[in-house]
Structures are given as C-alpha cells and as structure tokens.
DNA sequence: GTCTATAGTTAGATAGAC
DNA sequence: GTCTATCTAACTATAGAC
C-alpha cells in the first residue's frame, strides 16, 4: 500500500489520516486503522496510547499540509484577485471534500479541545493569509479601499468550505465550480483599473 | 421530552432527526435513538425496518422543513438583496451547525443513493429559488445585469455552509458573521441606483 | 516491537411471549 | 404494539508471551 519502506508509527498516522478524511473520527475505529497500516494491535497500542492520541497526530499533520498548501497560491504571483483565484481554483479532489473541514462534523472532535485546537488553527491562519493578500492588494491600488477585508477573506474560505458541501450532496463537482466562480467574479467587480 | 402527546413513530422520528443532527449517521444507534425516544427495542423494530429506514424518514423531514424554512425569506419583501440579506442573517442555531449540510460528511450518506437524494433536493431547491430571486432583481433594474445568476446563487448557499464550518472549527459564531456580512456586502456593491 | 489471548461494552437486529 | 431474551459481530482496549 505504500511505495517506500515506512515505519509503523508513520504508517499508523498515514492510515489515520486517510480514514478520519473519508469517515471521520467517530467512523473511524482502530481495527480499520491498523488493518490499512498492515500493524497489529499489539503494535499500534505499543506506539500510541490509543485512538485519541493517533487522531490527534493525524489530525495535526493534516492541518500542517494543508497549511503549506494554500501558502504555495498565497505566495505566487499575481495581483490579490489573482492569487486569490489561484487558490480557489487550485486543483482540487473536491468530491473526497476537505479534511480538516470534515472534522467540523465529528462531535467528538469540536467536544475535545485538544482535537479542535489544529483545526481551529488551520482556518484562522488561512482567513489571515488571506486578509493579508487582501490588504496588500489594497495598498497597492489594485482594491477598492471600501472592502473590508477581514470579511472578505472569511467569505472565501466559507465558499471553499460550502462548495465542498454542495459538491457531495450533488454528487458532482458542478455547485463547487459555480460557488467558486460566482466568488471570483464577485471579488473581481471591486477590483480598480 | 415532548409537551405534547405524540405517536412512538414519530417520537423515533423526531429523535432521529435530533441525533442525525448532532452526530450524523455513523455516530446514531439504534439504542441511542430508542433511549431518546422513550422506545422499547421491539417498538421501534414494529415501525421501522431499521437503521435506514428511520434514517432516511428523519432526512426526508429535516430536509423539508428547511425548505419551507428557507421559504419565508425568499418570498418575503424587499428587493433581491434585501431577501437574500435576510436570508442570510435569519436567526441560526449557528453552532449546531446545519442540519443537512452535515449528512454530506457522512459515508453512509453519500455512499447511499437513497439518503442522499433528499439532501442533494434541498440544496438544489435552495439553489433554484435564490437564482430566481436574483434574476427577478436583475428584471426589475435593481441588479447587475453582468452577475451570473446561477453561479451567484452557488456562492450564497456555499457562505452559509462554509460558514457554519469555520464557525464550529472556531467554536465561535464570529466567523460566521464575518463570512455572510462579507458576502451581503460583495453583493450589495452589484446593486443599481 | 510485535503477536495472540482475553474481556467488557456496544451495534444492529431477530424471535417470541404478552 | 410493546417487552424481554438472545445472537453475531465489532469496538476499544489490556496482559503477557515471544
């Protein structure tokens, strides 16, 4: 299942993250976790203390990557709507929905500090980000001055978020595409020439 | 539970919902849901199948309650951006969450073509009755003629999910607001005078 | 470090008495 | 219609041998 040699622990937490992104961590049981890790049980009681202690390695390594991705758009080129339209149309597995979103659904995650804390994190550095571009975009008279920008920033990682939502309910990719689009066209109108 | 008298298949129902909500299909038991309900085993064994069958009534009522829900904002009074600004600012358990957008985060939902189908209704509804608000804006001179009806009406619907996500990662209903006043604003800025 | 054995609890349901 | 008994499997570990 994995190309290169791997360590158990590593293997473990790969598993982990692969199921709580397709069943959540109350979908998620140990057996399911081991038996994808090809670990036994013995083994993986033998590097975690159990399923809450995984999860949150897990679920901490899923917000460092996604962290990383979205600063790879936000760094590039181009003027603030650029970049912006950069990230919201990156390539996406939009049907699989977004990992760290998908948490937002468990209720033994929102309950558990510990396990919310990395996803609470990811959103609030990536509304900053964005704001940043926002604002930057505004000294640089690219951006009508009027838009708020702490506003507009959490508008767009909603659309993101909602576009997953629409996507799996429909089964498609289309209501994503629209919802991102409609933003983009949205955010360009108050872009000054 | 109930102040007033009601049928064990609908205390079953109305319990379903009410756990359906809070922890989604994967984290609902039969068990938890009898207990809810005041219900024996064999009594809810008598009016339903099972699982899925009790499941998918309670969707199917969730989903049409949010409909009518919905409804009342759109057919309301004022102009497009008005109706959808009030849409958006209703009165939400915001922290709950929606009570249908979360079954999209869910395995056996989306993997079931049966349960699915009510969800993907309802934001197709949604989704249809704000495109015929904005067009109807766009006829009577209030909106935009350049904004994309379709794609616009996506964007809205995918703020409200989203932002019900990075409220509940944030546990905070500040997010939300920011979210939803961002897009009222980036839409407002559309309207004609 | 990994394996097997064991164990109490819950999931999800069926059977049959009342 | 509702209740209790019963059942197979899975969940989430712990213990101890290797």
């Known amino acids: 299942m994995y190309s290169v040699a791997m ?3 590593e293997r473990l937490i790969e598993s982990t993250q692969e199921l709580l992104w397709e069943r959540g961590y109350v979908g998620t049981s140990p057996r399911a976790i081991q038996q994808r890790a090809g670990a036994g049980q013995g083994s993986m009681y ?5 399923k ?3 999860a949150l390695a897990a679920i901490r390594r899923s917000a460092d990557e996604r962290q990383s991705l979205a600063e790879e758009q936000f760094s590039g080129p181009g003027t ?6 950069n990230y ?3 390539e996406r597995d939009v049907l699989r929905g977004c990992p760290i979103g998908r948490l937002t659904q468990d209720p033994e995650v929102v309950a558990d500090p510990t396990l919310r804390q990395p996803v609470a994190d990811t959103f609030g550095h990536l509304t900053l980000r964005l704001t940043a ?3 930057e975009g505004q000294a640089l008279g690219q951006l009508d001055p009027e838009l708020d920008p702490a506003d507009t920033a959490a508008t767009i990682v909603a659309v993101l978020q909602g576009g997953y939502v629409l996507a799996r309910a429909a089964d ?3 209501p994503f595409r629209r919802a991102t689009e409609g ?3 949205l955010l360009a109108a108050r872009e000054l020439r």
Chains 1, 2 share one sequence.
Do not use: M, W
């Open 7 to 9: 360590s158990t622990p």
């Open 133 to 135: 571009v926002l604002t």
């Open 183 to 185: 933003a983009i066209a």
């Open 80 to 85: 603030a709507v650029e970049r912006v339209a």
């Open 52 to 54: 809450p202690e995984l």
């Open 172 to 174: 498609s990719v289309e």
């Open 88 to 90: 919201l149309r990156r």
């Open 46 to 50: 033998h590097h975690f203390k159990g």
